[in-house]
C-alpha cells in the first residue's frame, strides 16, 4: 500500500497545505487558503479538503510549521509570566537596564543559586516563594523560573518548581530544561517567553488535531523546529520557543528538497517579508547566538535567517525626493480588497473619470476595523477617534474619512496604535496590484489595480508602463543588497550584521554591481551558492536579483508552498549536552560531568571527557528514536568555553511513519 504524508503551513497571510507520496517524494496535490486567525481550525480544515485526499490513501504522518510563536509575542497574544529569579544580583541587572532584555515586567528576585563550580551560593528562599506565590498566582497565567548557574546545578530551580506546584495549577517552566548556556539572561528571557507560550501553542495543537479528526485522519503529528527539523506535538507543546523562526525554516528546507539541491541560497518571498536562509550539506545554518523574539535574544537555537520588510503586500509609497519605497508596513492590495467589497470597486473605477485638479493618494487608500474594540479601548479614545471607528465599521476610503472626522492628515487622528495591532488594516496599492496589472497574478479584481494604478501614476508623474518598472527594480535592488550583506557576514555573529550597506565607497559599489554605469571600471559580486526561489512572489523577482549575482536560480515546481513541504520533508532532530567542569573545596577537587538532571565526578579530566562524550551520545539518540526518528545517526562536537568543556551530541534520523493501518490495507 502506498504511503502518503500531509505538511501544512500557517503563516500571518496564507495557511498552505502539501499531500506527498513518500516513497517517490513527489507532491500529489497543493493548496492554500487564507489563514483564518481568530479560528486557525478553519483554515487548516479547508486546506485539508482542498486537497482532494481520497479515502484509499494511507497517511501516515502529518507535519506543521507555523508563525504561531513569533506572532504571538509580537500581537500580543501570549499569556502574561511571572519571572522568579534565583540568585540574580537585582541591583545588577537593573544598573544594565537589562531587565527590558527579560520579555516580562513581573519579576521577582530570591536569594538563592550557585556559583561557577556548581556549589550552592546561598540557601534557597523557599519560604518567600512559597509567600510569593500564593500572593501573586492571579496576576498572571504562567511561571517561569530561572536559577544562577542552573546548567550546572539545576537543584534550586527544581525545588522552586515543586513548592509553586503545591500552591498553583499554573504552567511553570525551568529555565535549564531549555538551555545549557551560562548566558543568565538569555537562558531567563527563554524561560519567561517559553511560559508564556505554552497555552497558545496548546490551543493551535488542539486546533490542528480536531481538524484532522474531523476528516478522519490518524497520523503521528510533528512539529518544526526553529532550526528546520521536526519534534513531537507533545514536545512543542512543553517547549514552544523552539518553534520560533518555524516558518522561514521550514520553507528552506522544503526549497532544498524541491529543488533536489543540498547547499543552496534559499529565498522565500512571501505577502509580508522575505526570508532567506543558507542550506549546507542539506541542513539550514543555525544561527549559535539563538533566535529573536521581537526585541528579546533567546537561547533557542534557530535558522540564521535574514528577514526584511519587502513582500507582495508592502505599501508603495515616495519621498520628497520621489524615491520610490517599498514597505516596511504591510497593507492589504486594493484588488483584494475590492474583490471583497464592491463599493471599493466602484469607488475606484469612478476615479476614471474624475474632474478634480488636486489628486490625492488618499483617494485610494483604504481603513477598515479588522478586529473589534474591547470596552477598555473604546473609552480611551478621544471623539474623533471614536467617529473614525464607527466610519470604517466597513472599509471607508481615506480621503473621505479625514473629511468626515475633520482633519487634513491621518497622523492628526494618532490610530498608528490599533494599525500596528491589527486591529485596525489599511489597504492602499502593493506589488500584488501591479502584478494583476502585468498579467502576472490573477487572484482579485484586475479592474481595480489597473485603475489606482494609472491614479498613482498621475500623482507620481510618470506612465503606468514606467511606474512598474521603478517599482519592480526597487524591490530588485533591495533583494540583491539583502543578498550580498548576508552571504558577506557569514562567517559574523549574526548581531554584526549591517542593515544596510552604507559609507560612501559602499554605496558606490553597491551602485555599480546593480546597475554597472561607469565607463572605466566594473565591479561584480558573484554568489557562491545557487539562489533557490520559494514563495508566489519568487519567480517575478528572485530570478533576476539572482542573474545579478551571478549565481544560477532554481525555481523548482510547487517553490509557492516550500514552507508546507517543508513542514514534512525534515528530519527529526534531538540535542543533549554533557557539560565537563571542575568542582573544587577544601578536601576534594574533582571534575564533574552534568548531563539532563544528573552528574557524575572523576579524578581525571581526561576520563570525565571520554565518559561525557559517551553519554551525551547515548542521551541524543535514545531522544531522538523516542521522538520517532528511525535509525538515527549521531554527531558529537566538543567545544571549550573558559574552564568548561561541553560536549554537543545531534542525533538526525528520518521520521518514524505510523503504523496503523487502513481498512483497505
Same mark, same amino acid.
Given at each position: 500500500?502506498?504511503?502518503?504524508?500531509?505538511?501544512?503551513?500557517? *503563516?500571518?497571510?496564507?495557511?498552505?497545505?502539501?499531500?506527498?507520496?513518500?516513497?517517490?517524494?513527489?507532491?500529489?496535490?497543493?493548496?492554500?487558503?487564507?489563514?483564518?486567525?481568530?479560528?486557525?481550525?478553519?483554515?487548516? #480544515?479547508?486546506?485539508? %479538503?482542498?486537497?482532494?485526499?481520497?479515502?484509499?490513501?494511507?497517511?501516515?504522518?502529518?507535519? &506543521?510549521?507555523?508563525?504561531?510563536?513569533?506572532?504571538?509575542?509580537?500581537?500580543?497574544?501570549?499569556?502574561?509570566?511571572?519571572?522568579?529569579? #534565583?540568585?540574580?544580583?537585582?541591583?545588577?541587572?537593573?544598573?544594565?537596564?537589562?531587565?527590558?532584555?527579560?520579555?516580562?515586567?513581573?519579576?521577582?528576585?530570591?536569594? *538563592?543559586?550557585?556559583?561557577?563550580? !556548581?556549589?550552592?551560593?546561598?540557601?534557597?528562599?523557599?519560604?518567600?516563594?512559597?509567600?510569593?506565590?500564593?500572593?501573586?498566582?492571579?496576576?498572571?497565567?504562567?511561571?517561569?523560573?530561572?536559577?544562577?548557574?542552573?546548567?550546572?546545578?539545576?537543584?534550586?530551580?527544581?525545588?522552586?518548581?515543586?513548592?509553586?506546584?503545591?500552591?498553583?495549577?499554573? +504552567?511553570?517552566?525551568?529555565?535549564?530544561?531549555?538551555?545549557?548556556?551560562?548566558?543568565?539572561? %538569555?537562558?531567563?528571557?527563554?524561560?519567561?517567553?517559553?511560559?508564556?507560550?505554552?497555552?497558545? =501553542?496548546?490551543?493551535? #495543537?488542539?486546533?490542528?488535531?480536531?481538524?484532522?479528526?474531523?476528516?478522519?485522519?490518524?497520523?503521528?503529528?510533528?512539529?518544526?523546529?526553529?532550526?528546520?527539523?521536526?519534534?513531537?506535538?507533545?514536545?512543542?507543546?512543553?517547549?514552544?520557543?523552539?518553534?520560533?523562526?518555524?516558518?522561514?525554516?521550514?520553507?528552506?528546507?522544503?526549497?532544498?528538497?524541491?529543488?533536489?539541491?543540498?547547499?543552496?541560497?534559499? &529565498?522565500? =518571498?512571501?505577502?509580508?517579508?522575505?526570508?532567506?536562509?543558507?542550506?549546507? /550539506?542539506?541542513?539550514?545554518?543555525?544561527?549559535?547566538?539563538?533566535?529573536?523574539?521581537?526585541?528579546?535574544?533567546?537561547?533557542?537555537?534557530?535558522?540564521?535567517? @535574514?528577514?526584511?520588510?519587502?513582500?507582495?503586500?508592502?505599501?508603495?509609497?515616495?519621498?520628497?525626493?520621489?524615491?520610490?519605497?517599498?514597505? +516596511?508596513?504591510?497593507?492589504?492590495?486594493?484588488?483584494?480588497?475590492?474583490?471583497?467589497?464592491?463599493?471599493?470597486?466602484?469607488?475606484?473605477?469612478?476615479?476614471?473619470?474624475?474632474?478634480?485638479?488636486?489628486?490625492?493618494?488618499?483617494?485610494?487608500?483604504?481603513?477598515?476595523?479588522?478586529?473589534?474594540?474591547?470596552?477598555?479601548?473604546?473609552?480611551?479614545?478621544?471623539?474623533?477617534?471614536?467617529?473614525?471607528?464607527?466610519?470604517?465599521?466597513?472599509?471607508?476610503?481615506?480621503? /473621505?474619512?479625514?473629511?468626515?472626522?475633520?482633519?487634513?492628515?491621518?497622523?492628526?487622528?494618532?490610530?498608528? *496604535?490599533?494599525?500596528?495591532?491589527?486591529?485596525?488594516?489599511?489597504?492602499?496599492?502593493? +506589488?500584488?496590484?501591479?502584478?494583476?496589472?502585468?498579467?502576472? =497574478?490573477?487572484?482579485?479584481?484586475?479592474?481595480?489595480?489597473?485603475?489606482?494604478?494609472?491614479?498613482?501614476?498621475?500623482? $507620481?508623474?510618470?506612465? @503606468?508602463?514606467?511606474?512598474?518598472? &521603478?517599482?519592480?527594480?526597487?524591490?530588485? /535592488?533591495?533583494?540583491?543588497?539583502? #543578498?550580498?550583506?548576508?552571504?558577506?557576514?557569514?562567517?559574523?555573529? $549574526?548581531?554584526?550584521?549591517?542593515?544596510? &550597506?552604507?559609507?560612501?565607497? !559602499? %554605496?558606490? =559599489?553597491?551602485?555599480?554591481?546593480?546597475?554597472?554605469?561607469?565607463?572605466?571600471?566594473?565591479? /561584480?559580486?558573484?554568489?557562491?551558492? +545557487?539562489?533557490?526561489?520559494?514563495?508566489?512572489?519568487?519567480?517575478?523577482?528572485?530570478?533576476?536579483?539572482?542573474?545579478?549575482?551571478?549565481?544560477?536560480?532554481?525555481?523548482?515546481?510547487?517553490?509557492?508552498?516550500?514552507?508546507?513541504?517543508?513542514?514534512?520533508?525534515?528530519?527529526?532532530?534531538?540535542?543533549?549536552?554533557?557539560?565537563?567542569?571542575?568542582?573544587?573545596?577544601?578536601?576534594? $577537587?574533582?571534575?564533574?560531568?552534568?548531563?539532563?538532571?544528573?552528574?557524575?565526578?572523576?579524578?581525571?579530566?581526561?576520563?570525565?571527557?571520554?565518559?561525557?562524550?559517551?553519554?551525551?551520545?547515548?542521551?541524543?539518540?535514545?531522544?531522538?528514536?523516542?521522538?520517532?526518528?528511525?535509525?538515527?545517526?549521531?554527531?558529537?562536537?566538543?567545544?571549550?568555553? *573558559?574552564?568548561?568543556?561541553?560536549?554537543?551530541?545531534?542525533?538526525?534520523?528520518?521520521? %518514524?511513519?505510523?503504523?496503523?493501518?487502513?481498512?483497505?490495507?
Amino acid at each position: 500500500m502506498d504511503r502518503y504524508v500531509i505538511g501544512i503551513d500557517t *503563516g500571518g497571510t496564507f495557511t498552505d497545505g502539501v499531500l506527498l507520496h513518500y516513497e517517490s517524494r513527489k507532491v500529489i496535490s497543493a493548496a492554500k487558503s487564507l489563514t483564518t486567525r481568530e479560528d486557525l481550525k478553519i483554515g487548516v #480544515i479547508k486546506v485539508l %479538503k482542498k486537497l482532494n485526499i481520497k479515502e484509499e490513501y494511507s497517511i501516515k504522518l502529518v507535519g &506543521i510549521s507555523s508563525t504561531l510563536a513569533t506572532n504571538s509575542v509580537a500581537e500580543g497574544k501570549a499569556r502574561k509570566v511571572g519571572l522568579l529569579l #534565583i540568585g540574580y544580583d537585582q541591583d545588577l541587572v537593573e544598573q544594565y537596564g537589562l531587565t527590558e532584555k527579560l520579555s516580562t515586567e513581573n519579576i521577582s528576585y530570591f536569594k *538563592g543559586g550557585h556559583n561557577a563550580q !556548581g556549589n550552592e551560593a546561598a540557601p534557597l528562599d523557599e519560604e518567600n516563594i512559597k509567600k510569593w506565590i500564593q500572593e501573586k498566582e492571579s496576576e498572571f497565567d504562567a511561571v517561569a523560573v530561572s536559577s544562577y548557574f542552573s546548567p550546572l546545578n539545576p537543584e534550586h530551580e527544581e525545588r522552586a518548581f515543586e513548592i509553586i506546584k503545591e500552591e498553583t495549577d499554573l +504552567p511553570v517552566v525551568m529555565a535549564s530544561q531549555l538551555s545549557t548556556k551560562l548566558n543568565s539572561i %538569555k537562558r531567563a528571557a527563554t524561560a519567561a517567553i517559553n511560559a508564556s507560550l505554552v497555552a497558545v =501553542m496548546q490551543d493551535f #495543537i488542539q486546533a490542528v488535531q480536531n481538524s484532522l479528526q474531523e476528516l478522519g485522519i490518524e497520523a503521528p503529528l510533528m512539529i518544526v523546529r526553529g532550526d528546520g527539523t521536526m519534534m513531537p506535538y507533545t514536545e512543542a507543546v512543553q517547549k514552544p520557543v523552539e518553534t520560533v523562526l518555524s516558518g522561514p525554516a521550514a520553507s528552506a528546507i522544503g526549497g532544498r528538497f524541491l529543488a533536489r539541491d543540498g547547499s543552496a541560497l534559499v &529565498i522565500d =518571498m512571501g505577502s509580508t517579508t522575505t526570508d532567506m536562509a543558507l542550506v549546507k /550539506d542539506s541542513r539550514v545554518v543555525v544561527s549559535e547566538e539563538g533566535a529573536k523574539v521581537g526585541n528579546t535574544e533567546t537561547a533557542v537555537e534557530a535558522a540564521k535567517i @535574514r528577514t526584511i520588510s519587502v513582500g507582495c503586500d508592502s505599501r508603495i509609497s515616495y519621498n520628497k525626493k520621489k524615491d520610490i519605497l517599498i514597505g +516596511p508596513d504591510r497593507v492589504r492590495p486594493l484588488s483584494q480588497i475590492a474583490y471583497h467589497h464592491k463599493n471599493v470597486a466602484s469607488e475606484i473605477q469612478s476615479l476614471k473619470n474624475t474632474t478634480q485638479i488636486r489628486k490625492n493618494l488618499f483617494d485610494i487608500e483604504y481603513w477598515y476595523l479588522h478586529k473589534p474594540l474591547d470596552e477598555h479601548t473604546l473609552e480611551s479614545l478621544n471623539e474623533k477617534q471614536r467617529k473614525a471607528v464607527e466610519l470604517i465599521a466597513e472599509p471607508h476610503r481615506l480621503s /473621505d474619512l479625514l473629511s468626515e472626522v475633520g482633519v487634513f492628515h491621518p497622523s492628526h487622528l494618532h490610530l498608528d *496604535g490599533l494599525i500596528q495591532e491589527g486591529k485596525i488594516e489599511c489597504a492602499a496599492l502593493t +506589488p500584488s496590484d501591479l502584478l494583476h496589472v502585468e498579467g502576472g =497574478m490573477n487572484m482579485w479584481d484586475a479592474d481595480t489595480a489597473f485603475t489606482a494604478t494609472d491614479y498613482y501614476c498621475q500623482v $507620481y508623474g510618470v506612465n @503606468r508602463k514606467e511606474f512598474i518598472e &521603478i517599482v519592480f527594480d526597487k524591490i530588485v /535592488d533591495i533583494i540583491v543588497e539583502e #543578498i550580498l550583506i548576508f552571504l558577506a557576514c557569514q562567517n559574523l555573529d $549574526y548581531s554584526r550584521m549591517p542593515d544596510r &550597506i552604507d559609507g560612501e565607497w !559602499g %554605496k558606490w =559599489m553597491l551602485q555599480e554591481i546593480l546597475h554597472s554605469d561607469n565607463n572605466y571600471l566594473s565591479i /561584480d559580486a558573484g554568489s557562491r551558492f +545557487p539562489v533557490i526561489g520559494t514563495g508566489a512572489p519568487a519567480r517575478h523577482f528572485l530570478k533576476r536579483a539572482a542573474r545579478t549575482v551571478h549565481a544560477k536560480f532554481i525555481l523548482p515546481e510547487f517553490s509557492e508552498v516550500a514552507n508546507a513541504v517543508g513542514a514534512v520533508s525534515g528530519s527529526v532532530s534531538e540535542v543533549r549536552e554533557a557539560i565537563v567542569f571542575v568542582r573544587e573545596n577544601e578536601i576534594q $577537587y574533582s571534575y564533574v560531568v552534568k548531563f539532563g538532571d544528573r552528574s557524575k565526578s572523576f579524578e581525571q579530566y581526561r576520563e570525565a571527557c571520554d565518559y561525557a562524550e559517551n553519554i551525551a551520545r547515548k542521551l541524543a539518540k535514545e531522544a531522538a528514536v523516542k521522538s520517532g526518528a528511525t535509525d538515527p545517526y549521531v554527531d558529537v562536537e566538543r567545544k571549550t568555553e *573558559g574552564s568548561l568543556t561541553r560536549f554537543i551530541a545531534r542525533a538526525v534520523g528520518n521520521p %518514524k511513519l505510523s503504523e496503523v493501518q487502513n481498512v483497505e490495507d
